[in-house]
């Protein structure tokens, strides 16, 4: 078992920067692939980027790929999501999540097995 909390969302200008983290609780975390999704208003649930569990490789989607930038801290056990150049569009909640299958990007493989409950980013125009 594993609980996810996320922090750092909040308000901000259009150009404007924030750090999301995603603190994990749980040894076996450290193993598996963890991975940030968003949700916009109104709109499905989008994936955003992921880690592999040693903080190797990553992935972005490309409506944030030269904006974003994902890590890890394995010692913390914390998922982090540098953002920058926020864009309106990038309003949503965005959700933290642990991949135990894939490689944490979205496919017939993944399994994402804990969540977080969330936190908010509003780009403001």
């Known amino acids: 078992q594993a609980q996810l909390v996320e922090s750092g969302g909040g308000l901000v200008q259009a150009g404007g920067s924030l750090r999301l983290s995603c603190a994990a609780s749980?040894?076996?975390?450290?193993?598996?692939?963890m991975v940030w999704f968003r949700r916009a208003p109104g709109k499905d649930r989008e994936w955003v980027s992921a880690v592999s569990w040693d903080g190797g490789s990553k992935f972005y989607a490309d409506s944030v790929k030269g904006r974003f930038t994902i890590s890890r801290d394995t010692a913390k056990n914390t998922m982090y999501l540098q953002m920058t150049a926020l864009k309106p569009e990038d309003t949503a909640t965005y959700y933290c999540a642990v991949d135990t299958k894939g490689s944490g990007v979205p496919t017939l493989e993944s399994h994402f097995a804990y969540w977080g409950q969330g936190t908010q980013v509003t780009v403001s125009s």
């Open positions: 749980g040894s076996t975390v450290s193993r598996y692939a």
